[in-house]
């Protein structure tokens, strides 16, 4: 159990203890082959299988790039707790190059979620412009952009997920991801919530 939360009087002064990576999110135009490139040659259990709803339900509110309405969102556990994550690419994404990289965006880690209410404050105190807290039901996120443009979550687990005991929530898996599962799907899959909801701040249940 974590320690109470110490919060400032001023917003501006609450100080965050980041724990390092949640997830690095990239694109691809081949989930299948992502699979089994880092499921099975690097050893890269895949984790969380997301299928986001269409219509975007966010469109204009989350500051990323392109509409993820419809597309595939897969987690690699690359180890200490984080994750590689690929979105299925469509053409809203604008062409990958492949000199310039696949990025779409980071999530870094907070312990909990009222770290996340907390670092939302403190980002709005200093004038950033900050996301509701999101419910993607695994975790609870907020986005900003940094003063390069570069698109940042932050997010705090909400379940235990792992090799073992996966977040499976796309209803109908990739052919590799079923292969990858295996029994798996069938103990883990969980049912589709027309999901990722705006956490009502005035219930903040976690």
């Not at 609450?14 to 050893?43: E, Q, S, V, W």
């Not at 339900?57 to 180890?79: K, L, N, Q, S, W």
């Not at 994404?93 to 209410?117: A, Q, R, W």
Request: aromatic share 12%; proline share 6%.
């Amino acid at each position: 159990m974590s320690a109470p939360l110490e919060t400032a009087t001023n917003p501006k002064d609450f100080k965050l203890k980041t724990r390092g990576l949640h997830h690095a999110a990239y694109l691809t135009k081949d989930m299948d082959k992502t699979i089994d490139f880092y499921h099975n040659l690097l050893n890269m259990p895949l984790v969380v299988t997301l299928a986001l709803p269409e219509p975007d339900p966010f469109a204009g509110e989350i500051p990323v790039r392109g509409d993820v309405a419809g597309t595939r969102h897969y987690f690699f556990d690359c180890g200490q707790g984080a994750s590689l994550a690929f979105f299925s690419w469509n053409e809203s994404f604008g062409d990958i190059d492949p000199d310039l990289g696949v990025m779409h965006h980071i999530s870094l880690n907070v312990e909990t979620v009222d770290e996340l209410y907390a670092l939302k404050e403190k980002l709005e105190a200093h004038g950033i412009s900050v996301t509701k807290v999101i419910d993607h039901f695994f975790c609870k996120s907020i986005y900003f952009r940094d003063p390069n443009g570069l698109y940042l979550e932050y997010s705090s687990s909400t379940i235990e997920y792992h090799e073992d005991k996966p977040f499976l929530e796309d209803p109908e898996p990739l052919d590799e991801a079923v292969k990858a599962l295996g029994n798996k799907l069938s103990d883990y899959k969980t049912q589709f919530r027309e999901g990722h909801n705006f956490v009502d701040p005035n219930n903040k249940k976690h």
